[in-house]
């Protein structure tokens, strides 16, 4: 007897679309077809969709953030909120402060998440300080215990890497078969056009996204894919923003380098013209790269149809808006270079790009799929075993009602911030059952008692790590 069967859906892998009945035994996909025998419980699909669990690779919770300011969401709010949006597994951000040990900063991180999870998770280094010791030893030893991924920036004072960093990092990288994300812009000319911004009084929301423009990510974005063929690594750009830098990733695969393309839901669905908020409501969108204007948007769009894009991510980032250690801190209350870089998103991830993609016709559902599942576990070493429908793969599935139409409101969100940037966006298509390592977790907007048992993943070496 099976202990659980999914019985009368449509399943959508990145490949196909097919219908049939999913057998599940002790946590994993046993059987996929039509009458396969009895089960101990069943779950009806008939008129949904059957898809892999989304997998989000690019979050941020429980992350120190800067003095006197607080991330809105812990493990528990973060993950549990990841869940409701159709998510089963994350993978959020292990921040090495300067002077401090990757693995030191990875204990107390594991001490955050333990217990505390509705949905599994992996995490990702981010290399603030590439000491020695941590490319010598630290990192090395760290990747053969299943830390197979890190991420290093280009902008922000406290994190930036100058270019020689960067290299040792991308060269530790090569040796030891990590992959490397970079966030893309140029901190240099960000804090001159600070400074030109603030000399001439202008201080608001809005002189975020004109102190970060295009050509700033555009420059740092070429800079990268430089440096990681200086060394002959691949590499992963996270968060692209824009046609410029999307054409700085097809003229590195035109030469042959392996890069792989991320964008997010702000870059889709907002502007530029969202930070001019009045009462410094503008504060609630402040991210990096800023949202970009309409030309960008459709460009993002065309870089998710014809696969210029391999990952579509949240980057989930959240702050409270009315709250003293969030965007309306005392010093961000009069300067926008002080709101907290970050917007929340974990939770509608995945349906807006079910209705604004699917439901839209601009992609199909194993496109969908691919982008919101298969490709994260393809490049972070967790594939074949999360991030598809198959004989042998966890049984993380999301079934879709693709129905069912909400206006999003963040009065029925789940995160722990206090608003949502796509207030008030009508949405066709919600996923209504969560199965996660065989249980079913949640149903009809509600978690089960097995909710909260969400397990850490050890990851293998991506396929695309080492040399070109």
Known sequence: MFDLLIRGGTIATASDVFEADVAVKDGVIVQIGRDLGPSAETVGASGRYVLPGGIDSHVHISQPSGEGIVMADDFESGTRSALFGGNTTIMPFCLQRKGEGLRAALKDYHALAEGNCYTDVS???????????????????????????LKVFMTYEDLRLSDAQILGVLDTARRTGALVMVHCENEDAIRYLVGVHEAEGRVEPKSHATTRPIAAEREATHRALSLAEIVDTPLVIVHVSNRESMEEIERARRRGRKVIGETCPQYLMLTAEDLDGMDWEGAK???????????????????????????????????????????????????????????????????????????????????????????????????????????????????????????????DLHDASDYSPYEGLAITGWPTTIIRGGKVVLEAGELTEAARAGRYLERKRSPLAGPV
């Open 123 to 149: 995490f990702h280094m981010i290399v603030s300080d590439p000491s020695a010791q941590v490319l010598g030893q630290e990192l090395p030893a760290l990747v053969e215990d299943g830390y197979t991924s």
């Open 285 to 411: 969108f402040v991210c990096s790269p800023p949202p970009r204007d309409k030309e960008s948007q459709v460009a993002c769009w065309e870089g998710i149809e014809r696969g210029v894009f391999d990952l579509y991510s949240s980057d989930h980032c959240p702050f409270r808006y009315e709250d003293d250690h969030g965007k309306l801190n005392p010093k961000g209350r009069e300067n926008f270079r002080h709101i907290p870089n970050g917007i929340p998103g974990i939770e509608t991830r995945l349906p807006i790009l079910f209705s604004e993609g699917v439901m839209k016709g601009r992609i199909d559902l194993p496109r969908f799929v691919a982008l919101t599942s298969t490709n994260h576990a393809k490049t972070y070493g967790l594939y074949p075993r999360k991030g598809t429908i198959a004989i042998g793969a966890d049984a993380d599935l999301a079934i879709w009602d693709p129905n069912e139409t909400r206006t999003i409101r963040h009065a």
